[in-house]
Each structure stands twice: as structure tokens, then as C-alpha cells.
């Protein structure tokens, strides 16, 4: 289909979705291994890392968000219309930012003598993938094994860390064990440079082929996971961010040099507008709790720096963006304060929390995609002195 028409379907009211395996050869998957996420027996909010302040309520039911899972006919599918980002409790699976929490299970499987089109399906369309799959005779390999994380938005580091990550890390015993399959992903934007760190800290280090300018590959042994009902973007069973950060972080947190870590952006959209005035409110903050203020723009510094430094934090601020992901990094007592919008509302609630890290929604009144984001210091104030209370 011309790329013009995925467009306008993407725009539909109700979204689109296509198995990334051909049908007929689904019934020859074969599980390497598998999980079940029983969420039929989960009340909802069980999740006890998030921290909803009452001062808030009112700005928590204002918050929409442009396009979310909804049932339709017995089945979850993406819809392109406003939906309420902190639900209250309508239904006992559905998670935060029009995310429910209905895979059912997950497998690491394998397909004998497959083609794959790694770039089959764009980046925005409604599925996790962009690869393609199906059967067929061949007499000839490209490569003998290899696993496939073509994951939309994986060249990015937000969507990297969010979507593709997890399920890499997920796969780490299977790949120690088999150091001789080969990881297939896209190529890491040029603003991206820390995917190969990113993975060394990991302990992944199979050997990786970038897909961009592949448009078939003949495999012997395909490997990759498969989520019941469907891939569905951006939903990924809560264990695969647990275990992610389990690769992160010790066991015990840091008895000296504690900080309050600030992160900022030299991004077009949601810099601090009053910047100096809450540098200025977090100083007062740490030195009143003998803590240490640090600064950190995620935009311009390293990964090793930005890692070490949130290492030390109790409490993380930052405003919803690229830069949040990196709360993976925080020790086990740490809270991080993610600044979210109200209009367009969006956030990492679900990569955070999941991940077992304790998190706080801060609300404001301000558009996702708004240059500047102006922060009440009195609410500021209030949010911080309660976590280090």
C-alpha cells in the first residue's frame, strides 16, 4: 500500500492492525519460552510504586490524551480519539495513558527457513513490529540464526528504551546461551550515540546487523517474541520492565553523597520556562536536607555521566520527555517527579513504575508540544519537601 494511504488510514478514528507473521505459518511457530501474565487476577492500582498526590485530583481528571486502546466486539484496538489518562478504575485492567494491560502472554519462539522484511510495515503503524515473516524453501541462508527486535520508533533512544529494550533484556539468557544469533535492529539516530553502551552495561553481546537498507533476509533460524492477543504498540507485560531494571541497578542504595537530581532539555519543546527559579527553590530544598543539587542536561551529556550521577539521587524532577527514561538508573530509595502535560497529556508512568521505582505525576496546565513549560514553585515546594520528609 503507497505510503500516503497508511497515512490517512493512521488518522482513522479506529486503527489498523497486520500480523507481523504470515498467517498460514502461525501454527508453525515453535517456543523457546514463554510467560504468562495473569491479569485477571490483578486489582487495579495495585501497583504501589505510584504516588497519586490529592492536591491533584482535579488537574489528574482533566488529563487526555489523542488516541488509546479501546474494546470493541471483544477485542482491544487503537482509537484516535481523546481519552482520559488517569482513569479511575472502569475496568481492572486498563493501565495508564490508554495502555491496558491485556497481553495475556508471551513467547520467545523461532520459524524455520523464513524470510524476513525487516522495514515491512512504518513506524507509526499500529503494531509493535515493522517486520514481516513467512515460510519458505530455500536453498540458500543469508544468516543461519538470528532474532529480530525491528521494534517502530527502536532508532530513537525514548522509544528504545521503552519498547525495544525490555524485550532485548528479556531475551538475555537465550542469548548468552546462543552467542552465535545474530540481533537484527534499526539504526540508531545520529543523536542517538549510546545504544552500544546502553547494551554493553546490559551484558548483551551478540553481534548486530541495522536493517535500514535491507529489504529481505533469508534466515534458518528466526527467532522473536510473540505477544497473545497481537503485538500490540507500546504494550508490554509489566515483568519485562521489572526485569530490565533489575540489570540497572544494586540491591541496596548509596549511603552518602545523596543528590536531587534536575533534569533539563535543549529540545524545541517543554524547556523550563522559569528555570533559575526552581534551580533556585531546589537549592534551598537540598541544602535544608544536607543533599546535594545537581543539574543534569540530558540533551548534551553522556550516557556513562547521566547514569552515574542519577545513581546518587533520592529524588529525580524532569519534565516528560526522551530525558525521563533515564530514571532506570535510579537507586532502590529513589522517587522520581515526572512533570506531565494536561493537554496532550502523556508520560513514562507505566516504564517507571512498572520498572519498581516510586513515582510521582506532577500535573500542569501546559501542551505536549509547548517550547516552555512554566512550574509553580510553590507546588514544587510542596511535591519535593513531602518526598524527603
Sequence with gaps: MPKYLWVFYSRLRIGIYRSSIYRP???????IEGLENSIDNEPYFSNQNVI??????????????????KKYLG???????????????????VNWGGVPNFIRKAKLVYLENSIIYPNKFPGY????????????????????????????????FQHFMQDCLPIIVKSKK???????????LPKANTNFTSREDILNKAGITNQIIETDQINSLKIRFLYFW???????????????????????????????????????????????????????????????????????????????SISNKIRQAIVVIGVHGGGT???????????????????????????????????????????FFDEEVEVPLTELNMVVSRLLS
Design 174 to 184: 537465550f542469548l548468552l546461551e546462543n552467542s552465535d544469533v545474530r540481533i537484527l
Design 75 to 93: 477485542k482491544w484496538i487503537w482509537v484516535n480519539h481523546k481519552i482520559k489518562y488517569f482513569p479511575q478504575g472502569e475496568n481492572k485492567i
Design 226 to 304: 510473540d505477544f497473545i492477543p497481537y503485538n500490540s504498540k507500546y504494550n508490554l507485560p509489566p515483568i519485562f520492565y521489572s526485569e530490565l531494571r533489575k540489570v540497572f541497578i544494586k540491591n541496596s542504595a548509596p549511603t552518602e553523597n545523596r543528590t536531587i537530581v534536575l533534569l533539563v532539555r535543549s529540545e524545541k519543546m517543554r524547556k523550563f520556562k522559569n528555570s533559575e527559579e526552581i534551580i533556585n527553590c531546589l537549592k534551598k530544598l537540598a541544602n535544608l536536607h544536607d543533599l546535594d543539587l545537581l543539574i543534569v542536561d540530558t540533551s548534551f551529556e553522556t550516557f556513562e
Design 325 to 367: 527514561y533515564n530514571s532506570i538508573f535510579c537507586p532502590v530509595d529513589c522517587t522520581v517527579v515526572e512533570i506531565v502535560p494536561m493537554r496532550n497529556t502523556n508520560s513514562n508512568i507505566n516504564y517507571i513504575s512498572q520498572s519498581g521505582i516510586n513515582y510521582v505525576p506532577f500535573p500542569i496546565d501546559f501542551d
Design 52 to 69: 497519586f498526590m490529592d492536591e491533584f485530583k482535579e488537574r489528574f481528571d482533566k488529563c487526555l490524551k489523542s488516541g488509546g486502546y
Design 125 to 156: 503503524f499500529n503494531q509493535k513490529y515493522t517486520f514481516y515473516v513467512k515460510q519458505q524453501k530455500i536453498k540458500i541462508y543469508d544468516l543461519e540464526k538470528a532474532i529480530s527486535f525491528n521494534i517502530g520508533g527502536a532508532n530513537s
Design 25 to 31: 505459518h502461525k501454527k508453525k511457530l515453535i517456543n
